[in-house]
């Protein structure tokens, strides 16, 4: 699966950015996307997912509440709309995409395998919340 991401940027702190992913290549019914996101000396961590057979939606918990996950049902592209954002929030910003949902909900959850490969990744793109 190819992925290729768009937004980011640099943003105050209480500002809002969109990211946007869009997923080509793939034969799968089904493809499950989300985002990840990775800050400078840490692992990469997932904060939200979709599933695209029925919507269902799962975010961290550092991020619930300001971050809103969705998706375009005529096309395999998925959105991150994120408010309030924080200096905290800094990081590369990963799309990444897989045919099935437990692995990815998994890592969103906090109890995913960090060894599993997923279908795909995004390139990354970069988000600087300034204080």
């Known amino acids: 699966v190819q992925l290729v991401e768009s937004g980011g940027g640099l943003v105050q702190a209480g500002g809002s950015l969109r990211l946007s992913c869009a997923a080509s290549?793939?034969?799968?019914?089904?493809?499950?996307m989300g985002w990840f996101r990775q800050a400078p000396g840490r692992e990469r961590e997932g904060i939200s997912c979709?599933?695209?057979?029925?919507?269902?939606?799962a975010y961290a918990e550092s991020v619930k509440g300001r971050f809103t996950i969705s998706k375009d049902n005529g096309e395999k592209r998925v959105y991150l709309q994120m408010d309030h954002l924080q200096p905290e929030d800094t990081g590369v910003y990963y799309c990444?995409?897989?045919?099935?949902?437990?692995?990815?909900?998994?890592?969103?959850?906090?109890?995913?395998?960090?060894?599993?490969?997923?279908?795909?990744w995004g390139q990354g793109t970069q988000v600087t919340v300034s204080s």
């Open positions: 990444a995409a897989d045919g099935a949902w437990g692995p990815l909900v998994d890592r969103v959850l906090g109890i995913g395998n960090p060894a599993y490969e997923f279908d795909g």
């Open positions: 290549g793939s034969t799968l019914i089904y493809i499950h």
């Open positions: 979709i599933n695209d057979e029925d919507g269902r939606i």
